[in-house]
T-cell receptor, first 118, second 110 residues
């Protein structure tokens, strides 16, 4: 079974430029997450999709960040304009279940995109 | 915002030592997971605990969920260099919402 695919792996941009990240979740997974992880810290949830609907985007800085999940499959996360403090690893994850978590529910993560804003 | 605080933030030990990592919150979680993350990779699930007071063992790792389902601990016996990594607890709430802790970086030296 193929894992969660993310691209690009690395991106360096100047502040005030825009950038987009792409995620292809595991086939059939209903839930998709985008996390921001500052070096050495725990991931911070930016947005959660259930199929193509947004479940939680309470911590997404909506003045500069946007995300979409068209047709409930692939997703893109965009930053426009970027700031220095956006330098981080952006992780995408997916999980299969469409209902409550059970002991066997698991989120599968991609390798992430490392963004450096200079 | 539900916060999960982990302690310690960083732990550097010698091979063969024991250690415990703590995960604390003021919020109640329906279940709690522990992940390990290596450099350049995404987190990988170690265990899920769902019942207050539950204890699970995974080889040299022992996980406990607090009775009130607000806290958890991870104990590693006889740590090995291969245990080096970032350990993350994650609380599960609501409709599949997965909230991560602050992280504990473990370095085990030979």
């Amino acid at each position: 079974e193929a894992g969660v695919a993310q691209s690009p792996r690395y991106k360096i941009i100047e502040k005030r430029q825009s950038v987009a990240f792409w995620c292809n979740p595991i086939s059939g997974h209903a839930t998709l997450y985008w996390y921001q992880q500052i070096l050495g810290q725990g991931p911070k949830l930016l947005i959660q999709f259930q199929n193509n609907g947004v479940v939680d985007d309470s911590q997404l800085p909506k003045d500069r960040f946007s995300a979409e999940r068209l047709k409930g499959v692939d997703s893109t996360l965009k930053i426009q304009p970027a700031k220095l403090e956006d330098s981080a690893v952006y992780l995408c994850a997916s999980s299969p279940a469409g209902g409550p978590w059970t002991e066997n529910t698991e989120a599968f993560f991609g390798q992430g995109t490392r963004l450096t804003v200079v | 915002t539900q916060l999960l605080e982990q302690s310690p933030q960083f732990l550097s030990i010698q091979e063969g030592e024991n250690l415990t990592v703590y995960c604390n919150s003021s919020s109640v979680f329906s279940s709690l997971q522990w992940y390990r993350q290596e450099p350049g990779e995404g987190p990988v699930l170690l265990v899920t605990v769902v019942t207050g007071g539950e204890v699970k063992k995974l080889k040299r790792l022992t996980f406990q969920f607090g009775d009130a389902r607000k806290d958890s601990s991870l104990h590693i016996t006889a740590a090995q260099p291969g245990d080096t990594g970032l350990y993350l607890c994650a609380g599960l709430t609501g409709f599949q919402k997965l909230v991560f802790g602050t992280g504990t970086r473990l370095l085990v030296s030979p």
